[in-house]
């Protein structure tokens, strides 16, 4: 009998969409033929979401899951906003949501993780094969407490812990988990707002910063002014740019004369001990992807003139 090992099975899988179980079977039966199991597949009815593999998938959903201690964010995608609004693929969203909070945010673990007698890889096969359109589990990422909350917003949401926009925000403190939760949210929602790239100063990266300041800089220096000026100028403008991006320096959105730091600090007074962000996650959805650029209206209004 062929060896058939996991990177046979990834290919096979990523050729034809079909499960990994399935993939597994198919190359044992071809022994680990990979043409012949692909045939296999087609045969059987489980590669008919190969076709849909090579489209773009940039609109779906972000989910949210919570526990006590520990929170989870994923992005499923779709090509079209209408199946997103499917009851059948927000249910798969929210399986893998609820997977992830014991699979951890691995992606290939949750896509091998079991529910019943199938794995998530498997249904969401299952879920392209019965919509027709091309889904991905693209991204996933988690949080967790030993003493505190996790706190979650979903903005645009379609259903509870289903939206375009999914934010968690852990909270370190010893205080009334009710009140952190409560301030925890409102923290959740500016960070969906305000789009901040790091907790305070520290934690953004040295290029970015390094960035800022050779622009700052340079815009000076081809003002004339002396490098000591300059220096001082751009110590001011570095302190401008965090306040911008920086959580704890930004205004707060529903105090813009605080900052969130401040705001942090009041909160602490309701939930009687002190307050640590140890994170925030935000997920907007298809950032970053690539989508085709064709105005698809667009050709068709041409197709229809030219008749």
């Not at 499960?19 to 045969?43: I, T």
């Not at 969203?93 to 007698?117: H, Q, S, Y």
């Not at 988990?177 to 960070?191: I, P």
């Amino acid at each position: 009998m062929a060896n058939i090992t996991a990177g046979m099975v990834k290919e096979l899988r990523d050729k034809t969409g079909a499960g990994m179980m399935d993939c597994k079977a198919a190359l044992g039966e071809s022994g680990g033929d990979l043409e012949a199991a692909v045939d296999w597949l087609r045969k059987k009815g489980l590669a008919k979401a190969a076709k849909k593999a090579g489209r773009v998938a940039a609109e779906g959903l972000i989910g949210v899951a919570v526990t006590a201690d520990k929170g989870i964010v994923v992005e499923v995608n779709s090509e079209t906003d209408f199946v997103a609004r499917n009851d059948l693929f927000q249910g798969l969203v929210k399986m893998i949501a609820d997977v992830a909070l014991t699979a951890g945010a691995d992606v290939e673990k949750i896509l091998a993780a079991r529910v019943g007698d199938r794995t998530v890889a498997d249904a969401i096969s299952e879920t392209i094969a019965k919509v027709g359109e091309n889904m991905t589990l693209r991204r996933v990422a988690g949080l967790s407490v030993g003493k505190g909350a996790v706190a979650t917003y979903v903005h645009n949401s379609v259903s509870d812990g289903l939206g375009r926009i999914g934010v968690i925000v852990a909270l370190e403190s010893g205080g009334s988990t009710d009140e952190l939760k409560a301030f925890g949210r409102m923290v959740a929602m500016h960070v969906a707002s305000a789009n901040p790239q790091a907790i305070d100063a520290s934690g953004l990266a040295a290029a970015t910063v390094e960035r800022e300041k050779n622009v700052l800089a340079e815009k000076f220096k081809g003002q004339g002014k002396p490098a000591n000026v300059i220096d001082k100028i751009v110590e001011s403008g570095l302190k401008t740019f965090y306040k911008e991006v920086c959580l704890l320096d930004q205004g707060f959105i529903f105090d813009d004369k605080k900052t969130v730091a401040q705001a942090m600090k009041e909160a602490e007074s309701k939930v009687g001990a002190p307050i640590k962000i140890g994170g925030f996650v935000r997920y907007a959805l298809g950032e970053g992807i690539d989508r085709p650029s064709g105005d698809f209206g667009g050709e068709v209004a041409a197709l229809a003139g030219a008749h």
